[in-house]
């Protein structure tokens, strides 16, 4: 958001009925900001957001209003132009802001997954120290789990503030997007109810999410065969052969390899290997 909070707030207030709508057809906003942590409810969120792509949009149609008119075409061709790509900026920033919570909550559920096998592993040994459960959850609140302890935190003082112990464990397991969190979550709460032992329940859950990330990471392996083989073509084989073929072939077609051409050609190449370096490392699990 490049608004202030208080400015941006006062915007918003024009788009409240359009937000309406866009809320109406997109019932799970109110869910993702939730899981993102963010304390808005989705008609605000969605004025915030139109308040800040009109901004974009009026910053840049102007510009490029004026910048056609100098360009020597008439006034309705330049206000179609200008208006037209300043409206496409104006989606392309209502698109990403939109989709913000929506991105915010699965990096946030990649972070939990990865300090949650080493929480698990606390909480089983303190169990079977003796340690109640909810000392247990205290205590992996005040360590250093990142935003598994967070969570974990919120649950405890929700417990501290007089909520039941079943319902603030549910509405941890609600509140997050972390699917390995909530069937975490949800298995404790099914094995409190039933009366059999955490120690047990924790176990099962350990060597479950260990199995999971061992096959994320050897999935990773696999396909990083694949996409290193396909860098080092656009690294090392296109570079070399592509510009050699085409040196041959540009005798025999009649058109010449210019020196703009040869730097555009390296610039692609270039570009594609960095965007393939990108894929990868986004591709990467975050248990590794």
């Not at 972070?111 to 169990?127: E, G, R, S, T, V």
């Not at 397991?173 to 979550?185: R, V, Y």
Request: some cysteine.
């Amino acid at each position: 958001m490049i608004l202030p909070p208080a400015f941006g707030l006062k915007l918003s207030r024009l788009f409240r009925g359009v937000s309406e709508k866009i809320v109406a057809i997109s019932p799970s906003l109110k869910y993702e900001l939730v899981e993102a942590d963010l304390d808005l409810d989705d008609k605000k969120f969605v004025s915030l957001v139109l308040a800040n792509s009109m901004m974009f949009f009026l910053l840049f149609a102007g510009p490029l209003i004026f910048l056609y008119l100098k360009q020597g075409k008439g006034l309705q061709m330049a206000l179609l132009q200008g208006i037209g790509y300043a409206f496409l900026i104006f989606a392309i920033i209502f698109y990403v802001l939109f989709r913000y919570p929506k991105i915010l909550a699965g990096k946030k559920a990649e972070m939990i997954d990865k300090h949650l096998l080493y929480a698990l592993k606390d909480l089983k040994l303190q169990i079977s120290s003796g340690v109640t459960f909810y000392n247990a959850i205290v205590n992996i609140s005040k360590e250093d789990y990142g935003l598994a302890s967070i969570e974990f935190g919120k649950a405890a003082k929700a417990i501290n503030t007089g909520t039941p112990l079943d319902q603030a464990l549910e509405k941890m397991a609600l509140e997050s997007k972390s699917d390995f969190l909530k069937k975490t979550i949800w298995q404790l709460i099914n094995t409190i109810k039933s009366g059999a032992t955490l120690k047990t329940a924790l176990e099962t859950l350990i060597k479950d999410l260990t199995m999971d990330q061992r096959d994320k990471i050897k999935s990773y392996g696999q396909e990083l065969n694949l996409w290193a083989m396909i860098y080092m073509l656009f690294a090392v084989a296109v570079p070399t052969m592509g510009a050699t073929l085409m040196v041959i072939l540009s005798s025999f077609a009649g058109f010449g390899i210019t020196k703009e051409f040869f730097v555009i050609f390296i610039i692609i190449c270039f570009l594609i290997q960095s965007s393939i370096i990108g894929f990868v490392k986004t591709r990467r699990p975050v248990v590794i």
